[in-house]
């Protein structure tokens, strides 16, 4: 089954320098009807000020992902931390027994991100923090950027929890095929472009919760640039 969420259906925040639509409940919007897909929790779409962002807050438990888009994020935590990831590229920050944290647009444009939190698998863990650049000239795969099912080979950032997070450029007309075991589910959002996923159609920034599939064949009806979270379902 393909749930797809448009866009303009997604929940809102907004003020003077962060524009916030939600993929599932969170803050002010809330929707019983969409609490996440199985571990994934939240998805946010945020567009974030030049010279502004997100001031010192603690996160527990929690394996937070931010895919930038457009832009660069600045990170910088309580243990330390500080490093920067621009577009294209992958953040994960492992809350565990507890961090402090700030994310800031430090460029003289708009930064525009993914924000996407996991529930952990393990619990307790140190907190921790890591980016890593991935190259995205190669077209018509979908890479995996950060990976804790069972069997990750460690070329991707670790997440203390059964998920991974993939992400891809696929030329109008390309398609990939994906697989979910068996007891999985993903949710898949084009952040670029639109793309079909078993014939059904997924527009810019819709987000499609997917579950009770098993090969799953993504074909690019424009250009496009998609980000798919793996889960337990």
Do not use: C
């Amino acid at each position: 089954m393909i749930q797809v969420q448009p866009f303009d259906r997604l929940g809102r925040f907004r003020n003077e320098w962060l524009n916030a639509r939600h993929h599932f409940s969170f803050g002010e919007y809330h929707d019983p009807t969409r609490m996440g897909v199985g571990g994934l929790r939240v998805w946010n779409d945020d567009e974030i000020a030049p010279g502004t962002g997100f001031d010192p807050h603690p996160h527990r438990e929690m394996e937070i992902i931010t895919y930038v888009r457009e832009g660069a994020i600045t990170h910088q935590d309580s243990l330390g931390n500080r490093g920067r990831t621009v577009a294209g590229d992958v953040q994960v920050m492992h809350a565990g027994t507890g961090i402090v944290h700030a994310e800031y647009n430090l460029e003289a444009t708009p930064t525009r991100i993914f924000q996407i939190w996991i529930m952990p698998g393990q619990h307790g863990v140190k907190p921790g923090w890591g980016t890593r650049a991935f190259p995205r000239q190669v077209e018509g795969t979908l890479a995996v950027l950060a990976d804790g099912r069972p069997g990750a080979d460690g070329s991707a950032l670790p997440l203390y929890a059964d998920a991974a997070v993939f992400a891809g450029t696929l030329r109008r007309g390309q398609s990939v095929t994906q697989t979910l075991r068996p007891g999985r589910a993903a949710y898949l959002v084009p952040a670029t472009g639109a793309v079909t996923v078993n014939g059904t159609t997924i527009s810019t920034r819709d987000g499609a919760a997917i579950t009770g599939e098993t090969d799953l064949t993504i074909t690019a009806t424009e250009d496009a640039e998609v980000v798919l979270v793996d889960v337990v379902g």
